[in-house]
């Protein structure tokens, strides 16, 4: 099945500790994106990713960092710099990131902190 | 600044009524308007607007864009329980930071 992958599920996080979260995508999209949402808040974007080895800051990028090896490959890691991390992060993709095209996104990972 | 702006933001309702959405907008360099569905996970996309006036239709939803007033409405009739979601609007624009911006959502609750 093509689709968008992420895990784990539920993350837990200690203080001061670095975690990475996972996302993949079989879709052979070039766009690779990641939000977060916190209650009654919309989707806010943290990082976005038009095309390998290369990504760029969204909204709220500090206390977070990203790479893009591969192109079916964007993970997250949410550092310790980052003060607030509880959230439910959101893992989408598109074809292209600059023409009109739907971004199809992950099932999600919920981040706790401990 | 670019903004999407939903309401109402929660709205709670019996079976069988029927539901108006409401998204506004002001961003630079509009491209498309796109309503998704988030139940309990990620959200699922419904529509995709980039034309006035031009009604799309998916069963029971319906959803029209208004370029020149710059809002859109999502229409439900005959509301079911497994209607009951978050209701999200976003904007794709032009501009070269992320491409698209998301209102807070509406919140819709459907009584048995």
């Known amino acids: 099945d093509g689709g968008i992958t992420q895990s784990p599920k539920y993350l837990f996080r200690k203080e001061g500790q670095n975690v990475t979260l996972s996302c993949e995508q079989n879709l052979n999209h070039d766009a690779m994106y990641w939000y977060r949402q916190d209650p009654g808040q919309g989707l806010r974007l943290i990082y976005y990713s038009q095309i390998v080895n290369d990504f760029q800051k969204g909204d709220i990028a500090e206390g977070y960092s990203v790479s893009r090896e591969k192109k079916e490959s964007f993970p997250l890691t949410v550092t310790s710099a980052q003060k607030n991390p509880t959230a439910f992060y959101l893992c989408?993709?598109?074809?292209?990131?600059?023409?009109?095209?739907?971004?199809?996104f992950g099932p999600g990972t919920r981040l706790l902190v401990l | 600044e670019d903004k999407v702006v939903q309401s109402p933001l929660s709205l709670v309702v019996h079976e069988g009524d029927t539901v108006t959405l409401n998204c506004s907008y002001e961003?630079?360099?509009?491209?498309?308007l796109l309503w998704y569905k988030q139940e309990k996970k990620a959200p699922t996309f419904l529509f995709m607007l980039t034309s006035s006036g031009i009604e799309k239709k998916s069963g029971r939803l319906s959803s029209i864009l208004d370029k020149k007033e710059l809002f859109s409405i999502l229409n439900i009739t005959a509301t079911q329980t497994g209607d009951s979601a978050i209701y999200l609007c976003a904007v794709q624009y032009g501009g070269s930071q992320g491409n698209l911006i998301f209102g807070k959502g509406t919140k819709l609750s459907v009584k048995p």
């Open positions: 961003v630079t360099n509009f491209r498309s």
């Open positions: 989408a993709s598109s074809i292209h990131a600059v023409l009109q095209e739907t971004q199809y």
